[in-house]
């Protein structure tokens, strides 16, 4: 773990209430895709907790939801310095992925899969992602996966985009060889009887 200041270079929103975040400082303590930051925010006594979207270099992306005055606080940001805790967190162990993972994110939890998605493409794993949301309105991140390489399939509860239904409605008869997944945790446990964990 370690703190330090960080500069605010964008803050953009990405669909209603989801905003991305990129910071420029010392990113030494992020070593693994699904560690997290704690965020200081002026006159708040809770830090904020944030994923980590993706760590290039000296640049930290992190991608949130507003759903209370503290991200509310945050998406107003325009420039400034940051308080972080880095480096929090675990991470997902990338050693078992074996060569056909499978990544599956719910909302929000799509965020910490992209640092995770571009570093098993880049050891010549053979992704795929399912991203899960209420509606077509809510999605983000596709385009970003597919460049990456990532195999995307969309799953939208109200069927506005991709296959109709959740995350488990669009798990095809493919085989996968490690299944990573991120979200709320009835989207978890829907995922874990869904898939051979």
Do not use: H
């Not at 209603?16 to 002026?42: C, E, H, K, Y």
């Not at 949301?133 to 509860?157: I, M, P, Y």
Request: net charge negative.
């Amino acid at each position: 773990m370690k703190q330090g200041l960080f500069e605010i270079i964008e803050n953009k929103e990405l669909t209603a209430g989801v905003w991305r975040m990129r910071l420029r400082g010392d990113t030494s303590a992020v070593t693994s895709p699904g560690q997290f930051v704690n965020i200081r925010l002026s006159g708040r006594f809770l830090r904020r907790p944030i994923s980590v979207c993706d760590c290039e270099s000296d640049v930290l992306t992190l991608i949130y939801k507003v759903v209370g005055e503290g991200t509310l606080e945050m998406s107003k940001m325009r420039g400034g310095d940051l308080d972080l805790l880095t480096g929090l967190g675990n991470g997902y162990d990338l050693s078992k992925s074996g060569e056909a993972p499978l990544l599956i994110g719910g909302g929000a939890g799509t965020s910490p899969l992209y640092w995770l998605a571009k570093k098993l493409i880049y050891e010549n794993r053979r992704v795929s992602v399912i991203l899960g949301f209420n509606s077509e309105k809510e999605v983000f991140l596709e385009n970003e996966f597919r460049d990456l390489g990532a195999e995307v399939t969309v799953a939208t509860a109200d069927g506005s985009r991709g296959v109709k239904g959740f995350v488990t409605d669009a798990i095809s008869d493919a085989p996968y060889s490690y299944v990573y997944t991120c979200g709320p945790e009835p989207m978890l446990r829907a995922v874990y009887r869904a898939t051979e964990c």
